[in-house]
């Protein structure tokens, strides 16, 4: 399981304690899981002030990691992103009169995460997947994975209620899985 | 297209709303609470997960500094100072003398009573979180610092509780930052330390009333 797969391999190790693994990971991962962050956060202190505290989970969690559920990459950048769409979060809560700033900011970094993708076996059958979804929720979709992006600042972006937002986000989730589940 | 099992379709759907990431902040920690309690809520949300993983390919990488001296100083409690680091001669040297006096100057300031360090009493831990918060005894001060997992967020606070016996919990402070020091008012072993969530302000009505997040029994004095 883990011969195609040294990011779950090393996760293996970690779980028994062992430390040069751990140094290893953060080698192996660091870039990536930075640029996951700084997607997110949109800023470079916030983003390595995440990576501290998502590494520091990496080592507390790597028992939890289970490699026949899924891969140590997609395992990572799930913590990644967790972490950081939570920051979020509870920055809005600090600041919800900033709704609309956050909206101007974010009105014009959306763009088709889809296009630069290699386009082969699994990644081939999520383009075509994404593709049949509306442009506007497939959009939005990948506006909510990749950037954060709460109901309300979509439902912002493309003018529609919060609940149709939520009904759009939910039924295009459901074709998804329809569709990449076959 | 979907199943007739409603209760399994709304678990199928926040396994989803949560690893898209749309959730406000409440459900977003209720659902995270139950990945840890609920197998196959944690099961459907590992299957998103893998579902949405194309995507990924879309994260560009950033190289990151090193910064695994400071998380490894984090968790296993090395000090930063004692890590190895790689800097220029005259940096290093710089630095170096700049230790030195400084140094210098603690022992001048210090000499007559040179602080000890704490001694362990006990962590206050979970299985269900990452928090640790590390209790620590120096003559009368009791130190409670957090060596790992992170802060309340907006709006809330973690407290500190004393629960001796059966009597219900006494508040002994707030924790805003990393750590609480204390006067350490007769703690006994078997006494319990518990950090509970509150609104900021700490708990209105004088007993927890948020989640117990982590707990520790003193073990000795």
Redesign the interface.
């Not at chain 1, 870039?31 to 996951?36: N, Y």
């Given at each position: 399981m883990t011969d195609d797969d040294p990011i779950a391999a090393l996760l293996t190790r970690i779980a028994a304690q062992e430390?040069a693994a751990?140094?290893d990971i953060?080698s192996a991962a660091?870039?990536?899981?930075?640029?996951?962050l700084?997607?997110i956060l949109g800023n470079r202190a916030e983003a390595?002030d995440a990576?501290?505290?998502v590494?520091?989970?990496v080592?507390?969690?790597a028992a939890r990691f289970?490699g026949t559920?899924?891969?140590g990459?997609?395992?990572l950048?799930?913590i990644a992103?967790?972490h950081a769409?939570?920051r979020l979060?509870?920055?809005?809560?600090?600041s919800s009169n900033d709704d609309g700033e956050a909206v101007a900011q974010l009105a014009d970094t959306g763009r088709s995460?889809?296009s630069?993708?290699?386009a082969e076996g699994?990644?081939r059958r999520?383009?075509k997947c994404f593709e049949e979804l509306e442009p506007d929720r497939s959009a939005a979709?990948?506006g909510?994975?990749?950037e954060?992006?709460?109901?309300e600042v979509?439902a912002a972006r493309y003018g529609v209620p919060i609940n149709t937002m939520?009904t759009w986000?939910?039924r295009s989730?459901?074709a998804?899985?329809?569709c990449?589940?076959q | 297209m979907t199943t007739p099992d409603t209760l399994q379709d709304d678990a199928e759907l926040l396994a989803a709303e949560y690893v898209l990431g749309t959730l406000p902040l409440e459900a977003r920690e209720a659902a995270a609470t139950r990945i840890r309690r609920d197998m196959h809520f944690a099961l459907a949300v590992a299957r998103w997960e893998e579902r949405l993983s194309p995507l990924n390919n879309d994260f560009d990488d950033v190289p990151a500094p090193n910064l695994l001296p400071q998380i490894e100083a984090r968790l296993f409690g090395l000090p930063a100072a004692a890590q190895p680091t790689k800097r220029t001669f005259w940096k290093s040297w710089f630095g170096g003398a700049a230790v030195a006096a400084a140094l210098g100057v603690a022992v001048l300031a210090f000499l007559p009573t040179a602080p000890l360090p704490f001694a362990p009493l006990t962590t206050l831990a979970s299985d269900a979180s990452d928090l640790r918060y590390e209790v620590g005894l120096r003559g009368n001060e009791l130190r409670i610092a957090r060596i790992a997992g992170t802060a309340a967020e907006a709006g809330r606070v973690h407290e500190l509780w004393l629960i001796i016996g059966n009597a219900p919990p006494v508040s002994l402070g707030l924790i805003k930052g990393q750590e609480l020091t204390l006067a350490s008012m007769g703690l006994a072993p078997g006494m319990v330390l518990a950090i509970s969530l509150e609104p900021t302000g700490g708990s209105p009505t004088g007993a927890p009333t948020g989640p117990v997040l982590v707990t520790g029994v003193v073990e000795k004095i």
């Open positions: 430390r751990f140094a953060y660091s870039s990536k899981l930075m640029g996951v700084l997607r390595e990576l501290q505290e590494f520091t989970r080592w507390l969690r289970d559920k899924g891969r990459m997609t395992w950048i799930a992103r967790n769409i939570d979060r509870s920055r809005k809560v600090e995460a889809l630069g993708l290699v699994e990644a999520a383009v979709v990948q909510a994975y990749l954060g992006l709460s109901y979509l939520r986000l939910r989730l459901l998804l899985r329809e990449l589940d | -």
